[in-house]
């Protein structure tokens, strides 16, 4: 493991701070996606939140009240021993239509808060610049992604809040899962898929505009401080063929190819020779300016950060079982034991992964998100004796630093996900707990949002202390 590696967790904006009507932020898509049955064709871009029924509850406006209540939880991200803090922007509360000439002050002075607070108890800021995240009324106005207008709307974002937090902030991230985009259209880039459109080559065309954006971003923050570490983003997990049948390894390639189109293009600067051939076999001709390419091909990004849940499987018999994994379809692994949500559980498949990306790309790399999502059961006492967390996170540590020890894998940092319980970005739900932190809230938005610790949070405070050495559960 490197000296100067960062142990911390993770959250997002868009899941946790709520305040959605405070300090002038202006209604961004999570504001519009909602619990239950609607939440997942919402998501998808195939059902207008517009014509939702006038009852449907919205859980990411309020989410935890991290807005009031980020102090405390600070002070907790401390005593567990936090070297650094991945954590969103919302872009609406800097820019409340994305429209402004000026940045919004009071969202700005949130920020200076909240970055003041973590540099107060030296925890290092790691700020995702777009985290499923986009002012609604650039959705509405423009249609998100698919319009070129959203990369210039997004670079004055980007210059407002790089230039302002010059010298507080050096790691920021562009797109969250940027890959994220062809499976949750709408959740990840504010798309809506209309009857009779080409699916493909609007998801497409949305890509190239935030790769462009991304490049571009790259480009300004570097400009702007020299010592910027700017990284891209994908949900990783590689996918294994369920045989050693070759139309199973070949499908297995092809699906590992659809999450490496996005960092290929961020890591090497060029469109891959197979991504430029699906294109031309789809149809698929992609609108861009003259020095799109060029931008891109010279402006890489300096890391690669990943979210790590779960390994894939593929098989191409038509027959068994479907696996649960976040939102991307996968056959069962017989060899491989699943969470409460059908997740698949495979702590070597973050060692598989991270050579797969640290062979392919030869840049550090970032674990940004990592975790197990669970019920836990609040004990009369106030305690949440969450052994399965433990064990789930210990192995998944043992198989990251047996990827950097053992297998010369440089790696940044490790900042497991949902470090306080947040609201599930897929389900809309707070009973999927990932955190070490419980917060007193329930699926249907009621509780305090008292918060304490689980013996989670004294296993992990003890893992910092001893940089990863002491792993036990006592």
């Known amino acids: 493991m490197r000296k100067d590696f960062l142990w911390g967790g993770a959250t997002a904006a868009n899941q946790c701070e709520g305040g959605w009507k405070e300090g002038g932020r202006g209604m961004a898509i999570v504001d519009v996606i909602p619990h239950g049955a609607d939440r997942m064709p919402v998501m998808k871009g195939v059902q207008d939140y517009r014509k ?12 935890i009240d991290m807005y009031s209540h980020y102090k405390e939880d600070i002070a907790l991200f401390a005593e567990m021993g936090f070297q650094c803090y991945r954590f969103s922007f919302s872009w609406s509360r800097i820019f409340p239509t994305g429209e402004e000439a000026e940045p919004n002050e009071a969202g700005l002075q949130f920020y200076d808060d909240l970055v003041n607070e973590l540099l107060k108890y030296q925890i290092e800021p790691v700020v995702t610049l777009c985290h499923f995240d986009a002012p609604i009324a650039l959705v509405e106005k423009y249609g998100s992604w698919k319009n070129r207008k959203m990369i210039g709307f997004f670079l004055k974002y980007c210059d407002a809040v790089i230039r302002h937090f010059k010298g507080r902030i050096r790691y920021w991230i562009t797109f969250n899962e940027i890959n994220m985009l062809m499976h949750l259209p709408f959740m990840g880039a504010g798309i809506r898929l209309e ?41 990783a997990g590689s996918v294994y063929p369920y045989s050693c049948n070759p139309v199973d390894v070949w499908e297995s390639m092809k699906k590992d190819r659809e999450n490496y189109f996005f960092t290929d293009v961020q890591v090497r600067g060029k469109y891959p020779a197979y991504a430029v051939k699906y294109m031309e076999q789809q149809g698929i001709q992609i609108a861009m300016q003259d020095a799109d390419l060029e931008i891109m091909e010279k402006n890489t990004v300096d890391f690669v950060a990943l979210s790590y849940y779960n390994s894939r499987c ?10 649960g994994g976040n939102v991307f379809a996968s056959a069962k692994n017989p060899y491989l034991e699943c969470s409460q949500w059908g997740w698949p559980i495979d702590p070597l498949g973050l060692r598989i992964t991270l050579n797969a990306l640290y062979d392919r790309y030869q840049k550090p790399l970032f674990v940004v998100e990592n975790g197990l999502g669970a019920v836990d059961v609040l004990e009369a006492d106030g305690t949440v004796h969450d052994d399965y967390r433990i064990d789930y996170l210990r192995s998944h540590i043992r198989a990251m630093m047996a990827a950097a020890d053992e297998d010369g894998v440089d790696l940044i940092g490790y900042t497991p996900w949902g470090c306080i319980d947040l609201i599930s970005a897929t389900t809309g739900e707070m009973s999927k707990r990932y955190g070490f932190i419980y917060v007193d809230k329930n699926d249907n938005g009621e509780g305090t949002l008292k918060r304490l610790r689980k013996k989670s949070f004294h296993w992990y405070r003890d893992v910092i202390a001893s940089n990863g050495q002491n792993l036990s559960l006592e």
Do not use: F, W
């Open 52 to 63: 939702l029924p006038e009852n449907a509850s919205y859980p990411g406006r309020e989410a």
């Open 195 to 235: 009857e009779g459109g080409d699916e493909l080559q609007i998801k497409y065309q949305a890509a190239h505009h935030e790769l462009a954006a991304s490049a571009m971003a790259v480009k300004l923050a570097h400009e702007i401080n020299r010592d910027a570490q700017v990284g891209c983003m994908l949900a």
């Open 314 to 323: 593929v098989r191409t018999d038509g027959q068994g079982e479907a696996s």
